[in-house]
């Protein structure tokens, strides 16, 4: 891996990221500064084989991953592609690129009871010796 601007896997994302970039604006890419390059190099870290694709789904789809960014950050998003927010909040961007299917919501029903309601009853203790005497009631004929 060369360390040089433009070359190896740094080049190879420098140009990727520039070529999206300038499918969705039709501008005129300016050359990355150092600070780019390495974080494009961190994103590569972070992603791996999915880099550039994550790199096309949020460049060709910025405002809707931008704004998912900044909602989940509780912070302004990024108008334009830009590379430090995209490193910075590319979770989001995988997320969007391969959601995860949630189980399909159950809509709870009411349940109702078919059980008597209870009456409340309004309970007697009764002490040992009530007891005796009325079990003793119950021995005599």
Known sequence: MKNHKGGGVEGSLEA?????????????QRPLTGKERGQLKQLSK??????????????????????????????????????????????????????????????ELPVQSIAPVAEKVEVHAISLKELEEMLDGLKSP
């Open 46 to 107: 972070y992603l791996g084989t999915e880099t550039k694709p994550v790199i096309a789904y949020a460049v060709e789809h910025w405002l809707k991953f931008s704004t998912h960014a900044a909602i989940s950050a509780g912070t302004t998003g990024a108008e334009s592609p830009h590379i430090g927010f995209l490193l910075k909040y590319h979770a989001v961007a995988v997320n969007l690129l391969h959601p995860v299917e949630k189980p399909p919501v159950v809509a």
């Open 16 to 28: 990727y990221w520039k070529s999206r970039c300038a499918l969705v604006s039709n501008e005129y």
